[in-house]
């Protein structure tokens, strides 16, 4: 029964962390293309741009897309 339970936890916490990056996929996907939309830019250019702008500022990519979000919508 601790066995079965320990994974339990084990894969409820694998689907929390696949449901986590997901969610960043989405927001640095939605980021892109309103730079592709907004700038003109390439896809790759777009994907470039955010995570330059990560770097730079000290922040993850999903930080720095949402804020990419916040600036066009």
């Given at each position: 029964m601790v066995c079965a339970r320990e994974r339990l936890r084990s894969l409820e916490k694998k689907v929390g962390?696949?449901?986590?990056?997901l969610d960043?996929?989405?927001?640095v996907n939605k980021a892109?293309?309103?730079?592709?939309?907004?700038e003109?830019?390439?896809?790759a250019d777009a994907?470039?741009?955010?995570?330059?702008?990560a770097m730079?500022?000290?922040?993850?990519k999903r930080l720095a897309?949402?804020?990419?979000?916040d600036k066009y919508l």
């Open positions: 962390n696949t449901e986590s990056k960043e996929i989405r927001i892109k293309w309103l730079l592709i939309d907004q003109g830019l390439s896809e994907h470039k741009y955010i995570e330059k702008s730079d500022a000290g922040i993850t897309a949402q804020m990419i979000i």
